[in-house]
């Protein structure tokens, strides 16, 4: 049997908190493809790593 990849996955609460945006902001960053998610049932869950790159990422400053 082929060994899963250690990863960690968040709920989208989780994630809204550790971005400190609302949980409807990580549905549109989900729902537009700048989120990875993977559905379970009718939940979301995000990978951890893919969290971690998108606090990386440089904001632009528009103004």
């Not at 990580?26 to 951890?48: C, I, T």
Request: charged share 25%.
């Amino acid at each position: 049997m082929a060994e899963l990849p250690d990863m960690r996955f968040l709920t989208v609460a989780e994630v809204a908190e550790l971005m400190r945006v609302s949980k409807m902001t990580v549905y549109r960053l989900v729902h537009a493809g700048e989120l990875p998610a993977v559905r379970f049932g009718r939940s979301y869950r995000v990978p951890e790593s893919a969290v971690t790159a998108a606090l990386q990422r440089p904001v632009a400053d528009v103004g």
